[in-house]
């Protein structure tokens, strides 16, 4: 990582001296989002079937079974990894948690835990995973990596969720009479709050935001609860939603919540921003699991005495098909996602005639063997989406560790590699474009993007075009100039597959102890999910992650550089590198993955 920075650096370090001059590059071509429809997945999903003693295995491709899967005695509840490897069952009356490997679909360790466990949860991390048991009235913590249990916590029986940073977790108690969540510190195991439910409500389930600032409980009398996370109070709650609310799950923004009304054979769809119920969607009979695929587009509502799973398009809150079981009373669903990872990355700036003024990206590419990517170099296709330009672009590939040139083009159509271009649907507009598909062994790259003749704004892409793989794109490191307004500033785009930490890193006034000249003052990071803004930083000191990042050492040489460490969920991402005080020059713009 600190050695791509310190090649862009110093490779070609003269100031830039040109200026963008365009509008700015909205985020759907920035990332070139339609190149995405081909690099699409599914997420396996899992559902318990406490009455045939197995999990059944549905491919949203077909909506259809494709396995069942053995495991212990009433399987209650179920939960997978972020990285979608493991899928943990909790079996209530085998007192047990069955393990199943999702690459082979087998069982591959069986773990003792306490009595009638009811509720299983994962940490964000995938090294602990919490099992509640209802008689014996604990928590057993497992290691994922021996599967074991290596701690009890007592006192607590129901429903956990853990919070995004894995610090916390949050526990539906309903002991003595009195209904309250117990926040637990994963460290010690600790009781940090105990926060009071109003009413005494009977809390059913529980779910946290990916924000980890808001829980949110459904409660038997059929109300919602709502918890801040910061003072550790319930902050609102709803009005009655439906009759006997069981499973609750949100989307990825957090914006929708939705709820099992099992005796009223639905599910409610509830705004999180007023509380209201915007509607209720009719499913099978006895609702009790729910779970949304990893982009929140489906809806999946496991009908425990129908033996169906209920499938909804989270669009228009539509039952789209009805898939058999193939197992009797299920209960817990969960759906398997992608591993979290970058899925494509990409640049846009001014592109000069010589070489100092050129756009060159650094790539890292982390694992074992080779990724097979699509790589593309945009000039003159741009001003087919208003961005005017002259730009004839070329690519060239450069092997850091060999210093080797590996590939390069200058028309896409005449790379071998064409045909797969349009197969992919990645042609660019401009015959003046460049773009190829390559495998590349892992380690460090850089890509270069210059004219063939004339100059002009220029966006470099990176795809991974096999993301079920070991290997990854780890991040791009890119130097450019920046301006004083909105369409001279650097932009840098990301699509993130699952929910990824990453580093974000811009430098300007750290470049001049590099010897780079007319390095920006006061760089200032903007993060964008759409319209917007998730995240803002001008002095890596002042955020909120400035210990973490000097213990990672990936503190900015100064402090007047930007920098975090985020967690994003799934989505497309712009970066945006201006200068807090107005000012103009050479950045250098980072986002690394931080798995």
Same mark, same amino acid.
């Given at each position: +990582?600190?050695?791509?920075?310190?090649?862009?650096?110093?490779?070609?370090?003269?100031?830039?001296?040109?200026?963008?001059?365009?509008?700015?590059?909205?985020?759907?071509?920035?990332?070139?989002?339609?190149?995405?429809?081909?690099?699409?997945?599914?997420?396996?999903? =899992?559902?318990?079937?406490?009455?045939?003693?197995?999990?059944?295995?549905?491919?949203?491709?077909?909506?259809?079974?494709?396995?069942?899967?053995? !495991?212990?005695?009433?399987?209650?509840?179920?939960?997978?990894?972020?990285?979608?490897?493991?899928? =943990?069952?909790?079996?209530?009356?085998?007192?047990?948690?069955?393990?199943?490997?999702?690459? *082979?679909?087998?069982?591959?360790?069986?773990?003792?835990?306490?009595? =009638?466990?009811?509720? !299983?949860? @994962?940490?964000?991390?995938?090294?602990?995973?919490?099992?509640?048991?209802?008689?014996?009235?604990?928590?057993?913590?497992?290691?994922?990596?021996?599967?074991?249990?290596?701690?009890?916590?007592?006192?607590?029986?129901?429903?956990? !969720?853990?919070?995004?940073?894995?610090?916390?977790?949050?526990?539906?108690?309903?002991?003595?009479?009195?209904?309250?969540?117990?926040?637990?510190?994963?460290?010690?195991?600790?009781?940090?709050?105990?926060?009071?439910?109003?009413?005494?409500?009977?809390?059913?389930?529980?779910?946290?935001?990916?924000?980890?600032?808001?829980?949110?409980?459904?409660?038997?009398?059929?109300?919602?609860?709502?918890?801040?996370?910061?003072?550790?109070?319930?902050?609102?709650?709803?009005?009655? +939603?439906?009759?006997?609310?069981?499973?609750?799950?949100?989307?990825?923004?957090? /914006?929708?919540?939705? @709820? /099992?009304?099992?005796?009223?054979?639905?599910?409610?769809?509830?705004?999180?921003?007023?509380?209201?119920?915007?509607?209720?969607?009719?499913?099978?009979?006895?609702?009790?699991?729910?779970?949304?695929?990893?982009?929140?587009?489906?809806?999946?509502?496991?009908?425990?005495?129908?033996? /169906?799973?209920?499938?909804?398009?989270?669009?228009?809150?539509?039952? +789209?098909?009805?898939?058999?079981?193939?197992?009797?009373?299920?209960?817990?669903?969960?759906?398997?996602?992608?591993?979290?990872?970058?899925?494509?990355?990409?640049?846009?700036?001014?592109?000069?005639?010589?070489?100092?003024?050129?756009?060159?990206?650094?790539?890292?590419?982390?694992?074992?063997?080779?990724?097979?990517?699509?790589?593309?170099?945009?000039?003159?296709?741009?001003?087919?989406?208003?961005?005017?330009?002259?730009?004839?672009?070329?690519?060239?590939?450069?092997?850091?560790?060999?210093?080797?040139?590996?590939? *390069?083009?200058?028309?896409?159509?005449?790379?071998?590699?064409?045909?797969?271009?349009?197969?992919?649907?990645?042609?660019?507009?401009?015959?003046?474009?460049?773009?190829?598909?390559?495998?590349?062994?892992?380690?460090?790259?850089?890509?270069?993007?210059?004219?063939?003749?004339?100059?002009?704004?220029?966006?470099?892409?990176?795809?991974?075009?096999?993301?079920?793989?070991?290997?990854?794109?780890?991040?791009?490191? /890119?130097?450019?100039?920046?301006?004083?307004?909105?369409?001279?500033?650097? =932009?840098?785009?990301?699509?993130?597959?699952?929910?990824?930490?990453?580093?974000?890193?811009?430098?300007?006034?750290?470049?001049?102890?590099?010897?780079?000249?007319?390095?920006?003052?006061?760089?200032?990071?903007?993060?964008?999910?759409?319209?917007?803004?998730?995240?803002?930083?001008?002095?890596?000191?002042?955020?909120?992650?400035?210990?973490?990042?000097?213990?990672?050492?990936?503190?900015?040489?100064?402090?007047?550089?930007?920098?975090?460490?985020?967690?994003?969920?799934?989505?497309?991402?712009?970066?945006?590198?201006?200068?807090?005080?107005?000012?103009?020059?050479?950045?250098?713009?980072?986002?690394?993955?931080?798995?």
């Amino acid at each position: +990582m600190r050695y791509i920075t310190r090649w862009l650096t110093l490779a070609n370090s003269n100031t830039f001296t040109n200026k963008l001059g365009v509008k700015f590059l909205k985020l759907a071509f920035l990332l070139g989002v339609g190149c995405f429809g081909m690099l699409a997945q599914a997420n396996m999903v =899992y559902v318990a079937n406490c009455g045939s003693n197995n999990v059944s295995v549905i491919d949203p491709n077909t909506n259809s079974v494709s396995t069942t899967v053995s !495991v212990g005695i009433c399987p209650r509840d179920i939960a997978v990894n972020l990285a979608g490897t493991r899928v =943990y069952v909790a079996n209530y009356n085998s007192n047990n948690v069955s393990v199943i490997d999702t690459g *082979s679909n087998s069982v591959v360790a069986t773990i003792t835990v306490g009595s =009638y466990p009811v509720g !299983v949860t @994962v940490n964000p991390s995938g090294t602990r995973v919490y099992v509640a048991n209802s008689k014996s009235n604990n928590i057993s913590v497992i290691d994922t990596a021996t599967n074991s249990v290596v701690a009890t916590v007592t006192g607590y029986y129901d429903k956990v !969720v853990v919070n995004p940073d894995g610090t916390r977790f949050y526990v539906a108690d309903r002991a003595d009479g009195i209904d309250n969540v117990s926040v637990i510190d994963t460290s010690t195991y600790n009781l940090v709050a105990t926060i009071p439910l109003i009413g005494n409500p009977i809390p059913f389930s529980m779910i946290i935001n990916s924000a980890g600032t808001r829980v949110y409980v459904s409660n038997r009398i059929g109300n919602i609860s709502e918890i801040d996370t910061n003072t550790n109070r319930v902050v609102a709650t709803s009005k009655i +939603m439906g009759e006997e609310p069981r499973s609750i799950a949100i989307n990825s923004s957090g /914006t929708r919540i939705y @709820v /099992t009304n099992q005796s009223d054979n639905n599910i409610s769809v509830i705004d999180t921003t007023n509380f209201s119920a915007n509607s209720t969607v009719a499913v099978g009979k006895f609702p009790w699991g729910i779970a949304l695929n990893s982009a929140a587009t489906i809806i999946y509502v496991v009908n425990g005495y129908d033996n /169906t799973v209920s499938v909804i398009d989270a669009s228009n809150n539509k039952v +789209m098909t009805t898939i058999a079981t193939k197992g009797q009373e299920p209960v817990g669903i969960a759906v398997a996602g992608l591993p979290a990872r970058l899925k494509g990355i990409s640049t846009r700036g001014y592109v000069g005639n010589t070489a100092e003024n050129n756009m060159f990206a650094g790539l890292i590419i982390s694992g074992s063997g080779s990724e097979k990517l699509l790589i593309r170099g945009l000039g003159q296709g741009l001003n087919s989406v208003g961005v005017a330009t002259s730009l004839d672009a070329r690519l060239e590939i450069k092997n850091l560790n060999s210093n080797t040139i590996v590939d *390069s083009n200058n028309d896409w159509q005449t790379h071998s590699s064409a045909s797969q271009l349009s197969q992919y649907a990645a042609t660019p507009v401009s015959t003046r474009d460049a773009a190829l598909v390559t495998s590349l062994n892992t380690g460090m790259y850089s890509i270069q993007v210059s004219p063939v003749s004339s100059p002009g704004v220029g966006l470099v892409e990176i795809f991974d075009k096999d993301l079920s793989s070991k290997n990854r794109l780890a991040g791009i490191s /890119t130097r450019g100039y920046v301006g004083n307004t909105p369409v001279e500033f650097m =932009y840098a785009g990301i699509s993130v597959q699952g929910n990824l930490k990453v580093l974000i890193r811009a430098l300007g006034d750290g470049l001049r102890s590099r010897g780079v000249a007319g390095a920006l003052d006061d760089a200032k990071i903007t993060v964008r999910k759409g319209s917007s803004v998730i995240a803002t930083n001008d002095s890596w000191s002042q955020d909120k992650s400035a210990m973490e990042l000097q213990q990672k050492q990936q503190s900015p040489p100064s402090t007047s550089d930007a920098a975090m460490f985020i967690m994003l969920s799934e989505g497309d991402y712009t970066i945006e590198v201006s200068s807090a005080r107005g000012g103009k020059g050479v950045a250098l713009v980072e986002v690394y993955d931080m798995p």
